[in-house]
């Protein structure tokens, strides 16, 4: 029997199960990006924004850039559409063979590339950060190696992850999510002494074992166990699918790879600059749009094997919509107060006003691919759910060449600038392209997107002017030094500011608010629980 959803219930209340997982990991993203922000301000902290920052740096993105492309990249392509289909009630028996054979193939040749790491660590620090000073090489060689074994654990994570999601289990996978970040927060501030940049490695590999812990408990009764049986159709039909996703993921590797070796040659400090401003961009992205897309990807999966267009297509405008309220104001004030936010996150023991400078910068630079990113999320969950990755994945090469393009022509004159703003143009560049190959697809997307989108940046503009006069006096009037002033210049104009943005919103009914009061109240009833 075809699911439908009728006409006369009001939207808000058309997917209350979408709804309430949005709020769940909305909620643990809350938890997520607060214990990450202390996470930044360890960091700095305690090692300022030096190149051993930067050595870590390349450690990191390689050890979260192979996950991507083990199961990062796959987890929302193919494994979750996967997944979710085999629990529909005629396949449900299989679920559990299946969901072990994609968890012991994960498993099996995560290991393999944790051996690859450990071997060609050095081939692959020269490679990416080659243009570091010779010391920084040999300490990124050496956190690389601490930090391969995460590897494993990630890609773990992340398939036991992709089969709680396919049961629409998603508390305790958001909940381990955002309690990885107490792994550099626990090992550096008691072992930076004796374990110098290191501490950040062992925080990085506690981090991603806390994780996968908290996936644990809600498999009981799952039926997963590891097998030697990997003859299994499944594997193909997940290979076929997540394929277009792996050319994808490996162009990106090396865009991903040449941005950091061109940062490397501006300075030994570039990288680091572009980490923490990158982990405040990343803030409302994890928080919205990611949240949201997560939680509409099994019912978008449902209603395209139903064929059920029309369901189809207002469940991805409620998406869009929602992320669109949320992260256009979000991008204005992470603009407007960029050099106050570094400031009061940042500078202080290592970090210099310097450094904070440098940074604020960055994150503007940053902040013009922001909200392309944010909507591109629910797109590329679109096509996922239709079981189309080849177009995503086209695209995202594309982008990739628009990327190259900025950053080439910009980095003579913007240095590592030049690549922040090269990123915002990738960004940019694949949410057109997206939005169009969507509107050839399916025609209009109608449900008020457009609408919503010219609202929330008109208010989100005047909400800006006065996130900017009330900062600007009251920095002139308190100074910076001190951390409550640092403290009142971000909380009194973001509180003006977002009281003013919300009730032009109200005063225009965007219908947006409505749907923001049902997410709020379900949260508040989850946090009651």
């Known amino acids: 029997m075809t699911e439908t959803i009728p006409p006369e219930l009001p939207e808000e209340d058309v997917h209350p199960s979408i709804a309430r997982n949005a709020a769940v990991l909305s909620l643990a993203s809350i938890f997520s990006r607060v214990l990450g922000m202390v996470r930044e301000i360890i960091i700095p902290h305690f090692y300022g924004a030096t190149g051993l920052v930067s050595a870590y740096a390349l450690a990191e993105f390689v050890a979260k850039i192979l ?93 036991l992850a992709a089969i709680l999601f396919a049961r629409e289990r998603f508390t305790m996978v958001a909940l381990g999510d955002a309690l990885y970040n107490l792994g550099v927060i626990i090992v550096v501030p008691l072992f930076h002494k004796q374990l110098g940049i290191e501490a950040l490695a062992f925080g990085m590999v506690l981090g991603g074992l806390i994780q996968l812990a908290f996936r644990l408990p809600d498999l009981r009764g799952s039926g997963l166990h590891v097998t030697r049986h990997l003859r299994n159709p499944v594997l193909k039909r997940v290979w076929k699918l997540y394929l277009p996703i792996l050319i994808a993921v490996l162009v990106s590797m090396i865009q991903g790879g040449i941005d950091r070796r061109l940062a490397s040659g501006t300075g030994d400090s570039s990288l680091a600059y572009m980490r923490t401003a990158t982990t405040l961009y990343q803030l409302p992205h994890g ?54 936010t570094v400031r009061l996150l940042a500078e202080h023991g290592e970090f210099t006003p310097t450094d904070t400078y440098w940074t604020y910068l960055t994150l503007r630079y940053y902040l013009v691919g922001l909200v392309f990113a944010s909507v591109d999320w629910p797109l590329n969950f679109a096509y996922y759910a239709r079981g189309d990755s080849k177009t995503p994945a086209i695209v995202g090469i594309l982008a990739v060449g628009v990327y190259l393009i900025f950053a080439l022509t910009l980095l003579p004159y913007l240095s590592f600038l030049g690549l922040a703003f090269a990123d915002g143009m990738k960004q940019m560049a694949h949410a057109f392209m997206m939005i169009f190959l969507l509107w050839r697809w399916g025609g209009r997307l109608e449900h008020g997107v457009g609408r919503t989108a010219l609202v929330s940046t008109g208010a989100a503009l005047i909400m800006g002017v006065v996130l900017y006069l009330s900062a600007d006096a009251m920095m002139a009037r308190m100074g910076t030094a001190d951390l409550i002033p640092r403290v009142l210049t971000l909380l009194i104009p973001g509180l003006l500011g977002g009281v003013i943005y919300y009730l032009i919103l109200r005063w225009l009914r965007v219908p947006e608010v409505d749907l923001l009061h049902g997410l709020a109240g379900r949260a508040m009833g989850l946090g009651r629980k």
Do not use: C, H, N
């Open 287 to 340: 928080l919205v749009a990611v949240a949201i897309s997560m939680a509409s990807l099994p019912s978008l999966s449902r209603w395209a094997a139903a064929k059920d267009w029309s369901a189809y297509k207002s469940t991805l405008a409620a998406g869009l919509r929602a992320v669109l309220v949320l992260v256009i104001p979000a991008t204005v004030f992470l603009w407007v107060l960029a050099a106050p």
């Open 67 to 159: 996950y991507d492309l083990l199961v990062g990249g796959m987890l929302s392509a193919a494994l979750v559409p996967v997944l979710s289909d085999y629990r529909r009630p005629e396949k449900r028996a299989q679920f559990a063979q299946v969901a072990s054979v994609v968890f012991t193939a994960i498993a099996i040749l995560a290991g393999v590339v944790v051996l690859i790491v450990e071997v060609f660590a050095p081939q692959i620090v020269f490679l990416i950060g080659g243009d570091l000073s010779p010391e920084y090489q040999i300490e990124a060689i050496r956190l690389m190696r601490i930090t391969a074994p995460v590897i494993w654990v990630f890609s773990a994570s992340g398939g």
